[in-house]
């Protein structure tokens, strides 16, 4: 293999695996060991320079950074980064003085932002410190888009979702609520400077089975009448509910529906129970609030006596993968399930929606009904439209949706001062020794064995009696410390320096986790093998150097190394250091 | 030094015969210099006893007082142990081998303690031939008491400080040799691939089994102008021949070219192989092998590998038949037969 490049900032990123995973590349380490220290504001600020929503996403977050927590690899469970994420924004002080300052004078460009979700108003916050007059366009009377009308309050508190979404709106932004947008020609007339679209993908996808119509009264879209629970216009559920669906948003409905007055709450859902969209924690807390989850069942027939909606019936099925590992569901030949229903709720999947798009925009749709967007600059094929979030490339969450609005937000930027938005700055990095002293680091480098904490509920006979009160309480103080210290400061580097290396195999022998080997070079696939402990997880790289007096390399394998810095200890020569590496996405302000 | 070494270990580390992984043969966290060599041999022990797949309980590890003889604290943490006085750790090992024959008797020791306050110690266990492996971590300095020259400190090597020593080196090879040693092996704390499986055969070697180790002192003896510190070893080790040590189990599949290597065999039927090995050498010729040493010394370079074995070596026990048990297994009649028995004997001199 050839020697690692570890001047390239992306090797030593790829290590810190949380970061690496979150698209918005938040530094979850940096901002844990703030939390760890007590510093909320500061842990709560890294964050929101970031993500923009810590308090909403340290509630709701689809959390890709915690499947791919190395803690998860040595032991069962990952580090709880969202739940410590929430302990910065519940816990941090005011911190209104330290947001950006958007100038008096204007830059004199206008830019209009279509949608008040996670995308459009994460442009808004990149844009508005610098000059720009942002013009926000919403159907709903205030902004959050998804986030206000489809998660529900038992999970996201309402004041959470407005402290955060003033902060943006704060800084000027022009607010045009309650204002549909149905044509996007009306808007570019209006000569903005740029157009952002950050529409989501509004419309829940509808079933088409028999009895459809004849029991349309009792069926609901999902995400409809979240909003419409969200807006106070429902109030009242069935007895007996059915979901169809197997998703987040499934698990929304259910759980909302125990609290208006759904008591026999079943989700029914095509695919097994493991292979369900939603997320593992969503599953379990849904099953914790008596919810049943049937699944392996296709829907067949909505059953309507009388004109009114009976139940359903559904066909056993199970998962059969072709040669290629594509899933289909193939019926078992079991007799049909009937379950009772008072009210359906079809959480299926969501859908974009771009009719108010007019052909002659010069935006190009692409097989899919999707419009064609640059997947770094979120350029549309109309130079001054720009989308990001759902909108662009379909259904997601909301970190990606706040992932694309930096990057859009970049794009803007450079295309109102006619710069090539093609050229995308360079990440902020640093690369910092941690020694203090001979065997001193100064990061907490000893690795405990706690394993992950619970966060506490709040008592489910008062959370299912109102929907606004929030189940999870969040971490005390004392728990999330705990929590905080499972944190491997992934991202304080191992950095090895062949040419003050002895080859005295100290680091090699000291290693609790056998990741170090120094042996003769060869192909990786071959190294891999030949390592103190074979190196199986080819999702992780091996950082190689290059060839040492005894012809030999030293070769390490990143996957389960503790960052504990006991090489750089053992080391005599200092050829190894504990070395903290920031890496910050670089945004228009 | 963070005295804290994480319980975490990697999720698919190999397993041995008796399922144990290198874990199970490891010992408390080492409270030596970072980078001395003496950690890098005991990584080779925890190493050689778990490819072995000894069980950890039947292992007694021995030493007596210095830097090496810490470090039985440091491998085979589920072992007996036994810290002894300065230099005494062979007759402490000759004791515990006559009350117990079964256990692995494995004794560390280091130049100090061996080459000078235990050297009437060391001649003595050699002359018996008691069935123990001994291994010496030499580094040629007292690294405990800031680095003053020891007994095996090369004629000629320079300090730190950067005084020259003026005496005469004890070759403990040699003279393992001299004194009629059945197994005399010399290797560097910094080539694993030569030392591990030296020390498996001679773990297997029924007999007294030597191990010269060069282990640099890197705080008092890594310095330019010693001839015991990493760099100057490496560049003046001569190897006998690539060593390997051949387990019962596995099948011999290499043929290597007539005249480039031997295999020994050991008593139980597994094999020291030594591939790559001069035309001169015999590993069974003691006279060659003292006249080796001998050569390599006047042209400054250190012979490394396994320099002599005498395979069917007969051990202590052998030559004064004891019990063929352990003590600790016989019962009270058989060691006190009793008053009839005791007049029996006494018959037999009258």
């Known amino acids: ?589 | 030094m963070t005295y804290i070494r994480s319980q975490f270990r990697h999720p698919n580390l190999p397993k041995n015969d008796l399922g144990y992984t290198t874990t199970d043969y490891e010992g408390a966290i080492s409270t030596l210099c970072a980078g001395c060599g003496h950690d890098s041999i005991s990584a080779c022990i925890v190493e050689a006893c778990y490819e072995l797949s000894i069980a950890p309980h039947r292992i007694a590890k021995l030493s007596g007082i210095g830097c090496s003889s810490k470090t039985p604290t440091y491998f085979l943490g589920h072992s007996h142990g036994f810290n002894s006085v300065h230099g005494r750790m062979p007759s402490v090992a000759t004791g515990a081998n006559m009350a117990n024959r079964d256990l692995l008797y494995m004794g560390v020791s280091g130049d100090g303690d061996t080459a000078s306050i235990g050297m009437g110690q060391f001649v003595h266990v050699i002359r018996r031939n008691l069935n123990m492996v001994y291994i010496v971590m030499n580094n040629g300095c007292y690294g405990l008491t800031k680095g003053q020259d020891s007994a095996t400190a090369d004629e000629g090597s320079k300090s730190k400080k950067g005084t020259v020593n003026p005496f005469q080196a004890i070759d403990l090879a040699g003279l393992a040799l001299e004194l009629g040693a059945t197994f005399v092996a010399q290797s560097f704390s910094g080539d694993k691939e030569q030392l591990i499986p030296l020390i498996k055969a001679a773990i297997e070697h029924p007999g007294f089994a030597f191990i010269n180790v060069i282990s640099p002192c890197v705080t008092f003896n890594n310095n330019p102008g010693s001839t015991k510190s990493y760099d100057y070893v490496r560049e003046h080790m001569e190897a006998t021949a690539t060593t390997d040590f051949v387990p019962l189990k596995k099948e011999i599949k290499t043929n290597y070219e007539k005249g480039t290597g031997t295999d020994i065999k050991m008593h139980d039927g597994t094999f020291i192989r030594l591939e790559k090995l001069a035309s001169s050498r015999d590993p069974y010729d003691r006279l060659a092998a003292m006249n080796a040493l001998l050569i390599s010394r006047s042209k400054n370079e250190i012979l490394t590998g396994l320099l002599y074995i005498e395979p069917q070596s007969t051990d202590l026990h052998h030559t004064i038949q004891t019990s063929d048990r352990p003590l600790n297994s016989l019962e009270q009649y058989e060691l006190c037969p009793g008053a009839m028995a005791l007049a029996d004997f006494n018959r037999g001199f009258r």
């Open chain 1, 1 to 589: 293999m050839k020697p690692t490049d570890d001047k390239n900032p992306e090797y030593f990123h790829k290590v810190v695996d949380c970061q690496y995973a979150c698209p918005a590349h938040t530094p979850v380490p940096e901002y844990i060991r703030l939390i760890a220290a007590g510093k909320y504001t500061e842990a709560y600020m890294i964050n929101w320079e970031s993500n923009v929503f810590p308090g909403v996403l340290g509630r709701t977050c689809d959390r890709p950074c915690e499947p791919a927590c190395r803690r998860g690899r040595i032991e069962e469970e990952p580090v709880a980064i969202c739940r410590l994420k929430r302990v910065a924004a519940d816990h941090k002080d005011d911190v209104r003085s330290l947001m950006p300052k958007v100038p008096f004078e204007k830059n004199g460009k206008r830019i209009a932002l279509i949608g008040g979700g996670p995308a459009s108003l994460t442009v808004a916050r990149d844009l508005a410190p610098l000059g720009y007059e942002i013009h926000l366009y919403d159907e709903q009377f205030a902004g959050g888009g998804m986030m206000r009308t489809q998660i529900p309050s038992f999970r996201l508190p309402i004041g959470v979702l407005n402290e955060e979404v003033d902060y943006i709106l704060d800084m000027d932004v022009h607010t045009h609520f309650n204002t549909y947008v149905s044509s996007l020609r009306e808007i570019l007339d209006k000569n903005y400077d740029a157009v952002f679209v950050g529409t989501g993908s509004p419309k829940g996808r509808d079933i088409n089975i028999p009895g459809r119509k004849e029991a349309a009264e009792n069926i609901h879209i999902g995400v409809d009448w979240l909003a419409s629970v969200a807006f106070e216009h429902t109030h009242k559920i069935g007895r007996k509910v059915i979901v169809l669906g197997g998703g987040n948003t499934a698990m929304d409905c259910c759980r909302t529906s125990r609290r208006l007055g759904g008591e026999e709450v079943k989700v029914v859902v095509r695919s097994p129970f493991k292979e369900m969209k939603a997320s593992p924690w969503e599953k379990e807390d849904a099953m914790h609030e008596d919810i049943l989850i049937f699944d392996n069942h296709m829907p067949k027939e909505f059953i309507v006596e009388n004109g009114k909606l009976k139940g359903m019936t559904f066909e056993k099925v199970h998962a059969v993968f072709n040669d290629k590992g594509k899933r289909s569901l193939v019926p078992t030949g079991e007799p049909e399930v009937f379950i009772e229903a008072d009210d359906v709720l079809v959480a299926i999947g969501l859908e974009n929606t771009f009719t108010w798009i007019e052909k002659d925009t010069g935006i190009a749709f692409d097989e899919w009904d999707m419009p064609v967007v640059d997947a770094v600059t979120f350029q549309s094929t109309n130079k001054t439209v720009f989308f990001g979030g759902d909108a662009a490339f379909g259904a997601k969450n909301v970190i990606t949706a706040v992932a694309h609005g930096h990057q859009a937000a970049i794009s803007i930027n450079l295309y109102c001062r006619e710069e090539d938005i093609t050229k995308r700055p360079s990440p902020f990095t640093n690369l910092v020794s941690q020694k203090m002293g001979i065997h001193e680091w100064s990061y907490d480098s000893d690795v405990v064995n706690d394993l992950r904490f619970a966060v506490p509920h709040a008592d489910k006979k008062a959370t299912l009696a109102d929907r606004k009160i929030e189940v999870e309480l969040g971490f005390d103080i004392q728990t999330a410390i705990k929590e905080a210290h499972r944190c491997l400061n992934c991202d304080v580097q191992t950095v090895f320096e062949k040419d003050k290396c002895i080859e005295c195999d100290a680091c090699m022998d000291i290693c609790p986790t056998s990741c170090i080997t120094f042996t003769m070079n060869g192909e990786e696939e071959d190294l891999r093998t030949r390592l103190k402990a074979p190196a199986l997880n080819i999702t992780q790289d091996l950082y190689v150097s290059d060839t040492l007096p005894t012809k030999r390399v030293m070769v390490k394998d990143e996957d389960v190394c503790l960052h504990c810095g006991l090489c750089a200890e053992r080391c005599p020569t200092s050829a190894w250091d504990m070395q903290q590496f920031l890496y910050k996405v670089t945004k228009a302000c």
